[in-house]
């Protein structure tokens, strides 16, 4: 159905629709509080390309930043003061949605230094770090979904603390982040954890995959490789979530949902368009399933709100169709093993030099604000 209030219907068929962005200005100026208001947004997630720009623009820090030069604080911890202190105000904004949706909804994400990527011990430290300080039930703490990012997430749901398992490209890494998140349920069950107070997403990127996938696509050149431009990312998300449904429908999922366990839900991630010659709503419009979360920069979500048209269910049963398109891609000689370990490489390397940008920031405004 097209709809005269498109996020409406995107609502009505059960995807939970989240803002890909945060900002002190976002919450002084009141523009968060009205697209919760008015476009259906009941959750946000943040990354440190999000904060670095942030911080790179306008005064809305500069009160604060002053307060923490005057006290002598190192750049470590005024960018950690600074961020929790958006994301718990954030968590705050959110907390009457969070009760309304039984904690289903209402969630503020916030990442651990991606620089800690490839080290578990010290990712898992610093999730439970980040909760305690935000302290927050409506928190989730990222948790970049690498192969040492695994026994993190773990080990950090053991604890009882909520999890947004980001950078996730393969179907494969998926099914390792699913059965992450089933284990540290299991052991934070053995710990006497409430089980219904955890939640977790796992954020299945989309965009990119299209991205690099048309890139070996066009050094091809053939007719048969343009055919198939623009296929890859949606198909592999439809077997991203038929992955999701085996998963969730078998006994060892059932025997923690009467244990009083919440399924990790699928959130499609990085969902703007990056060519122009697809539409813009794409990410939005074909990716529509019950249970789902799809997080938006503003832009896609303004884009949705003015023209997305919504026909319900666009991803169950498609898994067979997806395959095909894999088929093909194969039959090319795309490497798809290749393009997921160059998305999650590139991935890590973006968010660390936006923490590097965002660290180099605070140092010289702390710098201008002391002298």
Known sequence: MTNNDPLAALSAAGVSIWLDDLSRERLNSGNLASLIRDKHVVGVTTNPTIFATA???????DEQIRELAARGASTHDAVREITTTDVRNACDLFR??????????????????????HDSERTAAEALDLWKTVDRPNLLVKIPGT??????????LAEGVSVNVTLIFSVQRYREVMDAYLTGLEQARERGHDLSSISSVAS?????????????????????????????????AQLAYAAYQEV??????KALERAGAKPQRPLWASTGVKDPNYPDTRYVVDLVVAGTVNTMPEKTLEAAADHAEVHGDAVTGKADQARQVFQTLEGLG??????????????????????????????????????
């Open 55 to 61: 911080l790179s623009k306008g005064s809305a820090y």
């Open 96 to 117: 009457e949605t969070f009760e309304a949706t039984g904690g289903v909804d209402g969630r503020v994400s916030i990442e651990v230094d991606p620089r800690l990527a």
């Open 147 to 156: 192969v040492e990012g695994l026994p993190a997430i773990t080990k950090t």
């Open 204 to 236: 299945f990127f989309v965009s990119r995959v299209d991205s690099e996938v048309d890139k070996r696509l066009d050094a091809l050149g053939t007719p048969e490789a343009r055919a198939v431009r623009g296929q890859a990312a949606v198909a592999n």
């Open 248 to 253: 969730f429908s078998s006994d060892r999922w």
């Open 334 to 371: 795309i490497d798809l093993d290749d393009v997921y370990a160059v998305l999650e490489r590139e991935g890590v390397e973006k968010f660390e030099k936006s923490w590097a940008e965002l660290l180099d920031t605070v140092t010289q405004q702390l710098a201008g604000a002391g002298s």
